[in-house]
Structure formats: structure tokens, C-alpha cells
């Protein structure tokens, strides 16, 4: 079974922190996705990542940037939190071979509060 | 910008009873997939269908993609409280990313 980990359920952080959200796949899948959802919005996509240093901003990068220094792990940082980016956030994988049906394997997802 | 639009936003229903849900969408698509996200989890894919397949089963759930319309319906047959979720469909266009709806929310009522 595939496994996407994030580090952590819950966090708190003060207007202004930086913040990483870090997670980690043991699949050796090439993608990897970070999304935030909100109450209405549905899952919006924040960034993507094809490869190791490889990136593509989603729908609603601003605010975000992400680092992936290894093929297993895809961090989101968020360089200056705002209350706005309170959210839920989640991380998925994905294999794209050939013959794929894209589907993705979610994390049990961040809910990040900034006060 | 979403793609998928689920229908209704939310659904009770007794034990035992089916729930049909119902996603619409926009554009042509290469396939369409379900996804069942319990109350602050992350999301479980489900089911898959292609845009060539007009019906799929999977144990108590059966989609229906209906290509003309742009819309698909997923229902869960003989209802179990463990099925309370919300539920969402997420569209591809034959590259990495899917572009999900808003979701369903649906209850069981033991």
C-alpha cells in the first residue's frame, strides 16, 4: 500500500512565522502535489512537482513556495504565514507511467491555524 | 478553477438505504475518479472510469459517466454509517492533475 506521511495533524503558528509543512511517500512516485482545502472551495492546488527540483505553481501559489530535494519528500513553505492561509492542507503522490489513471494517494493532511 | 460541481452539497439518509450523489463538469475528459474523504483525513481514491466506459462497479458502488451530459453519479448501494464521508469527484485530462469538486457531504443515520 502506498503511504503518504505528513509531519504533522495540527499546528499553530503566529502571523508573520515561517512554516514548513514536510511530507513523505514510500512509493517512488515521481509527482507529488500540495493542496489546501477550505470550507466550499474544495481542494485548490497549490504547487506540483514532477521530479526532484522540479516544480509548477498550481491555481493559488502566492504566498507559497515549495522544495524538493529528494524524491520521497515535498515540503511546502510558507515564508511569512497570514491568517488567510489558515487552512487544511494535504499532500498527495502520484505515479505517472505509462498506462496510468493519475489517481493519487492522499496524506491524513495538516490543519494549520495562524493566529 | 473547478471542474467538478457536486450535487447536493449534502445528504442524509437512513441505514440500509442507497445515496446517489451526482458531479458535473465542464470540459472533455480522459477519465473521472471518486474520491470518500472522512471528517479531517486526507482523501481515498475509490473508483475509476474513462471516459470510453459508461458504467463501472466496485463492491456497493457503481459510477455512471454519461459523456454527452458531462456528468457522472456515484451511488452506494445498501448504506452503512461507516460510509458517512464526504465524497469527490475529480476530473483528468490524460496529464498529471485532477481538478477537483467541492465534494458531498453525506451522513448515515443508524
Known amino acids: 500500500d502506498v503511504k503518504v506521511t505528513q509531519s504533522s495533524r495540527y499546528l499553530v503558528k503566529r502571523t508573520g512565522e515561517k512554516v514548513f509543512l514536510e511530507c513523505v511517500q514510500d512509493m517512488d512516485h515521481e509527482n507529488m502535489f500540495w493542496y489546501r482545502q477550505d470550507p466550499g472551495l474544495g481542494l485548490r492546488l497549490i504547487y506540483f512537482?514532477?521530479?526532484?527540483?522540479?516544480?509548477e505553481k498550481g491555481d493559488i501559489p502566492e504566498g507559497y513556495s515549495v522544495s524538493r530535494e529528494k524524491k520521497e519528500r515535498f515540503s511546502l513553505i510558507l515564508e511569512s504565514a497570514s491568517t488567510n492561509q489558515t487552512s487544511m492542507y494535504l499532500c498527495a503522490s502520484q505515479t505517472p507511467r505509462t498506462g496510468s489513471s493519475y489517481e493519487q494517494y492522499f496524506g491524513p493532511g495538516t490543519r494549520l491555524t495562524v493566529t | 478553477s473547478q471542474q467538478g460541481e457536486e450535487d447536493p452539497q449534502a445528504l442524509s439518509i437512513q441505514e440500509g438505504e442507497n445515496a446517489t450523489m451526482n458531479c458535473s463538469y465542464k470540459?472533455?475528459?480522459?477519465?473521472l475518479q471518486w474520491y470518500r474523504q472522512n471528517s479531517g483525513r486526507g482523501l481515498v481514491h475509490l473508483i475509476l472510469i474513462r471516459s470510453n466506459e459508461r458504467e463501472k462497479h466496485s463492491g456497493r458502488l457503481r459510477v455512471t459517466l454519461d459523456t454527452s451530459k458531462k456528468s457522472s453519479s456515484l451511488l452506494i448501494t445498501a448504506s452503512r454509517a461507516a460510509d458517512t464521508a464526504s465524497y469527490f469527484c475529480?476530473?483528468?485530462?490524460?496529464?498529471?492533475?485532477?481538478?477537483f469538486g467541492t465534494g458531498t457531504r453525506l451522513t448515515i443515520i443508524p
Open positions: 470540459t472533455s475528459i480522459n477519465n
Open positions: 512537482s514532477y521530479d526532484v527540483k522540479m516544480k
Open positions: 475529480a476530473t483528468n485530462f490524460g496529464n498529471e492533475k485532477l481538478t
